[in-house]
Nanobody, 130 residues
Framework: QVQLAESGGGSVQSGGSLRLSCAVA????????MGWFRQAPGKEREGVAA???????FYSDSVKGRFTISQDNARNTLYLQMDSLTPEDTSMYYC????????????????????????WGQGTQVTVSS
């Protein structure tokens, strides 16, 4: 059973940075496809970044160039470096893991879809003030 635990959320001012972490237990992070999602009150959960087991990364247009997804195999941990934050980034952020890993040629739409993932963490809140 894969267990995911997010940390690193908090409150920052617009233009600031945060790094989210997702500790993975029960499986080797490098063998999974993993993603970061966010959900604001009253809105649907949306994918912001994903990483394939072969290292290929995927980003939503809203965060491309500002967020970076990475993983540390030695720590079995997934990260999301978030720079140039804006109030529109305020949300609960979740990490997620797939069962196995999808073919990397499936592309952004599949990699950032909630239905692609079966394991979810509890989330960490990010609040960006103007």
């Amino acid at each position: 059973q894969v267990q995911l635990a997010e940390s690193g959320g908090g409150s920052v001012q617009s233009g600031g940075s945060l790094r989210l972490s997702c500790a993975v237990a029960g499986y080797i992070v490098s063998s999974l496809c993993m993603g970061w999602f966010r959900q604001a009150p009253g809105k649907e959960r949306e994918g912001v970044a994903a990483i394939h087991s072969n290292g290929r990364t995927f980003y939503s247009d809203s965060v491309k160039g500002r967020f970076t997804i990475s993983q540390d195999n030695a720590r079995n941990t997934l990260y999301l470096q978030m720079d140039s934050l804006t109030p529109e980034d305020t949300s609960m952020y979740y990490c997620a893991a797939s069962r196995g890993c999808f073919p990397s040629f499936y592309g952004d739409t599949f990699a950032l879809a909630t239905k692609t993932y079966v394991h979810w963490g509890q989330g960490t809140q990010v609040t960006v003030s103007s």
